[in-house]
């Protein structure tokens, strides 16, 4: 069955890609899949569907023109994927939720809702509050729990946002749109794809075996959004090196879901030894993808101009939780917090007025597709155009875009949505793993990753 179009129209308008394309994208799958008071079907159908679309244009655009390949989106192969994280099996072992600190809880006026995933942040979070000092051993939920109902949501979220933790109060969506940060989201486009420097024609081979083949992609992402670009990238068969700081571990349940179709590495950039290795890859890159807070990375020399300075030539995707303008840019977020911010978790409530959340990390997934989509068209632009391109996305617009922006979900389907139909094994370097398939088909590459994941941090680092 093809559908309509719906959003993928409004992100390939967004990508810059030429509207008639779309007509070499078929849209069909069971039903049954992501339910929610929000469009989150939408979403998700329609950002993996410009990613494969970007895909298609770049091969094609590889042979010298012609037709598209022909893209299949399958509505149960994109509800898998963007629960991967959830369906993911090590010998059998599911990879840990959320931790016990990272929910949502009642506050003085309100609730509040915290990230404590990450050893740091959990420390960042009772430190803020005082708990540690004040009982004298480890923070118990029903510990934060009773500390919080004691304070104001708003009073909670700047104080843990001033010690570098995550916390954020629960806003309606009309809330949100009266925040100033809510404001300078609206005001923003869902995606930009822009020039900012000049450089060379990019040369690609013709006769490659997958669309992105040739590419090398520096990984500077970490969590679901921009390892789920990067993986992606990885599939079309880009050569994909994550880099991470030694201080900063990734765990490596996420790791063992977004590190399909890359390598690990870790490498210090404030050592000279490790800063030589970092400029020589570099110097080779044709994609850098940054996932961290905009300013994080400047004292590195890594910002968007200076990176423009030193390899003209270069695609830059650049990924945030905020988004790069209004007061709350430069902080640190999550999609679950970003969820919570903008009414997504109101809306989505139970019927006692708890909180409530979407059927999977949309924001996160989501996201990750368009980035994957832009740099594939950035790189196919670069062929005829040449230039050093920018593209920048965050969770929130990506959020704007669902509250606001989407048609509501539609109803057709093609039979009972079952997830082990979209589900895969193989053997891999921690184990036996169970893993969900890319949803991203397009004719003529690859179906599956060439690379499962191994142990976080230990791979060489080199391109191959």
Known sequence: MNRPIGGAGCAWDALGGEPGLLRAVTFGGPGGTLPSRLPVRQLA??????????????????????????????????????????????????????????????????????????????????????????????????????????????????????????????????????????AAVARRPLLTLERIGDGPARVLPPDAAAPAEGLRVLDLTRVIAGPVATRTLGLLGADVLRLDPPGLPESQDAHNDTGFGKRSAVLDLARRADRAVFEDLLARADVVVTGYRPGALDRHGLSPEALAERRPGLVIGRLSAWGTDGPWAGRRGFDSLVQAACGIAVTEAAPDGTPGALPAQALDHGTGYLLAAAVLRAVTEQRTTGGTRLAQLSLARTAHWLTSGLPPGMDEADGTYEAGAWLAEAAGPLGRITYARPPVHVEGAPRDWARIPGRWGTDAPEWT
């Open 45 to 182: 159908r329609a950002t993996v569907a410009v990613a494969a679309l970007a895909a298609a244009e770049l091969a094609a655009a590889r042979r010298g023109g012609g037709p598209l390949p022909a893209v299949r989106v399958d509505d149960g192969a994109v509800a898998t994927a963007f629960l991967s994280e959830r369906h993911l099996r090590v010998d059998g072992r599911a990879a840990a939720a959320f931790a016990p600190l990272s929910r949502f809880w009642r506050t003085r006026d309100g609730w509040i809702r915290t990230h404590a995933n990450y050893p740091h942040h959990r420390a960042r979070l009772t430190e803020a509050l005082g708990l540690p000092r004040t009982t004298g051993q480890d923070v118990t939920a029903d510990g934060l729990a009773a500390e919080l109902a004691l304070r104001d949501a708003e009073e909670i979220e700047e104080t843990v946002n001033a010690a570098g933790g995550l916390a954020v109060a629960v806003r309606s969506a009309a809330a949100w749109a009266a925040h100033p940060q809510g």
